[in-house]
């Protein structure tokens, strides 16, 4: 079992900047993958940055130039850097891993980009 913990949401102007964290704890061999989604009011949960445990990254389209994801040294811990953010960046942002080949969900941390 793992549990992830999300923080640094908030409120922030257009064009400015947001740090979020997630750490993962329990019972866990291996993560494999970990990435970060985000849902929007009315709209599906999509994907925003994965990376992988080689450090292989992937972004959405609509990030890229603009936000980084990265892993801590401890390597349980992963970051969301998100600069230039517009308002349309806002929404419930959650992070996620794929640990022992099992699926696991953070709670969510709002972020909203005022115009």
């Known amino acids: 079992q793992v549990q ?4 640094g949401g908030g409120l922030v102007q257009a064009g400015g900047s947001l740090r979020l964290s997630c750490a993962a704890s329990g019972n866990f061999l291996r993560i494999n993958l970990m990435g970060w989604f985000r849902q929007a009011p009315g709209k599906q949960r ?5 990376i992988t445990s080689g ?21 349980n811990a992963f970051y969301l850097q998100m600069n230039s953010l517009k308002p349309e960046d806002t929404g419930v942002y ?15 941390t709002q972020v909203t980009v005022s115009s």
């Open 46 to 50: 999509e994907m925003v940055a994965t």
């Open 55 to 75: 450090a292989s990254t992937n972004y959405a389209a609509f990030v890229k130039g603009r936000f980084t994801i990265s892993r801590g040294n401890a390597k």
């Open 4 to 7: 992830l913990v999300e923080s």
């Open 94 to 108: 959650y992070c996620n891993t794929l640990a022992d080949m099992q699926q696991y969900w953070g709670q969510g």
